[in-house]
């Protein structure tokens, strides 16, 4: 790849550099590092109100911890056996139940710090730090994606002072945030893709969605429609150099993804490209007694679910983590088959919370059906000033993402993934909403300008 194109590949690891000019006013600069600020005290706050066991997330038996959380589990089964193997109430053998990269940080975690408080205070420490950075470049990726930098630091506030998540923003969160990161920059990615196709931000795209794989795999289903939208917008551009990038991006996708689906070949008999656990999630959150949340399932979960119940561990170790999740699905699929009326209703309740979080936390209720309501008239007023790119790529995030926690049980953490993709066009609503008040009567605000303050 020549200069130019190493130039053109590497513009999104430039972005706040390329969006901050040297003469951008101090108090700009400033903000991302009060939102970054303000996330960390509010939440620590929280954190130290936090029980021993709480943060622990399990108890500790003669230096060893025993959690509820798969991903710490499998973290303590790489630290003592270097095995990516036993999430589950019972040693259950190798495992593709959880994605590597939390279970991965959190064995370093605890190889440095130990499984006991100190380990534990640094885990949450830097679930902390990662949603205060993930808040904190909300102003750049703004700018960066033609959005007035303001609306971008006035999302990253409203996240930054209510945590919106809850215990997932302060100590019962995995990587989401991370995952956040990444799906950020690839929008940022993909937008100036559209702009300006290259082979080589098409190789960043692909690498960055293959990274993203290896977090929060359940994102993939943003893809394609990604590809579409850059298909038909960059139009100005010839076929053949839409089809190579998409082609350059695809196939080096799959060469991240190739070496832990054969892992998973070699240890659990057959391909599975990241995850297993979709029969065993269907199952858990669909049958005759299931709940639409994950808080109100769990007596279903521990009669179900191999991580609090005996007998459904002992099911795996017999089976195998594959065959078991086979028939997991098997008997998810006749349920809803049977069922149709019931899974729907489950459905429409899995919908409301995810949009809105359980009505039983108020608060946070109350504040999350108002940022999803303000995001979806955001869309809108982007599409009608202008921004409709902007607004394509948002509206593809919101739509095809929640897809799979439609029919799964609802837990807060699953909305963490997206939620720049809801603060960012809820934030432009308000930002609509202060220049209309502002100004009534006067003409029309700028609303494009990269670098407005």
């Known amino acids: 790849m020549d200069a130019e194109g190493w130039a053109i590949a590497l513009e999104p690891i430039m972005l706040i550099r390329d969006r901050w000019p040297i003469r951008v006013d101090k108090s700009v600069r400033a903000v991302p590092l009060v939102i970054f600020t303000i996330a960390i005290v509010v939440r620590l706050i929280l954190l130290s109100q936090i029980s021993h066991d709480q943060l622990l997330y399990g108890t ?11 991903g710490i589990q499998v973290a303590v089964s790489l630290l003592q056996k270097g095995r990516f ?6 040693p259950t053998g190798p495992t593709a139940h959880v994605p590597p990269s939390f279970p991965a940080t959190t064995a370093l975690i605890f190889y440095i710090f130990g499984m006991g408080f100190a380990g534990a205070v640094v885990r949450n420490l830097f679930n902390i730090c990662g949603y205060a950075l993930t808040f904190a470049v909300l102003p750049a990726a703004s700018a960066a994606l033609g959005i007035r930098r303001r609306v971008g630091a006035f999302a990253g506030l409203i996240a930054a002072l209510y945590p919106i998540l809850r215990s997932t923003e302060v100590f019962r969160g995995r990587d989401e945030w991370l995952a956040a990161l990444l799906l ?22 692909g690498l960055g969605w293959g990274g993203l794989m290896y977090v929060f795999p359940s994102t993939l289903t943003i893809l394609p429609v990604h590809l579409v939208i850059f298909l ?33 070949r070699l240890t659990l008999g057959g391909w599975i490209p990241m995850r297993d656990n979709f029969g065993l999630e269907l199952l858990v959150s669909n049958g005759p ?8 399932n769990q007596e279903r ?26 028939e997991a699905l098997h008997q998810a699929i006749e349920w809803i088959t049977n069922n149709p009326r019931s899974f729907w209703r489950l459905t429409l309740h899995r919908m409301v919370f995810f949009w809105g979080d359980l009505p039983s936390n108020r608060g946070t209720f109350l504040v999350r059906a108002i940022l999803s309501f303000a995001a979806f008239i955001g869309l809108a007023l982007m599409w009608r000033n202008g921004l409709k790119l902007q607004a394509a790529l948002f509206g593809a995030i919101l739509f095809a993402y ?11 953490r699953y909305v963490a993934t997206i939620l720049f993709a809801i603060l960012i066009p809820a934030a432009f609503t308000f930002a609509r909403l202060a220049d209309f008040l502002r100004e009534p009567a006067g003409p029309p605000v700028e609303i494009i300008s990269d670098n407005a303050t």
Not at 232 to 243: K, M, N, V
Not at 289 to 296: E, I, N, V, Y
Not at 310 to 323: P, Y
């Open 85 to 90: 193997s036993d999430p589950f109430f019972a």
């Open 402 to 412: 929640p897809l799979l926690y439609y029919i799964v049980q609802y837990s807060n």
């Open 60 to 70: 500790l038996t003669a230096g060893v911890l025993k959690s509820g959380d798969e």
């Open 289 to 296: 007694d299931a709940s639409a949340s994950q808080q109100g």
């Open 184 to 205: 950020l920059g690839l929008t940022v990615t993909i937008f100036r893709l559209i702009e300006k196709p290259s082979l080589g931000l098409a190789a960043v795209y």
């Open 301 to 326: 979960i521990c009669r179900v679910h191999p991580t609090c119940s005996a007998a459904a561990a002992l099911r795996v170790s017999e089976l195998g983590e594959l065959r078991f999740n086979r």
């Open 232 to 264: 038909i917008c960059a139009h100005r551009y010839s076929w053949i150099l839409r089809a190579k990038c998409c082609g350059v991006a695809v196939v080096l996708i799959v060469a991240l993804v190739v070496p832990w689906a054969m892992r998973n």
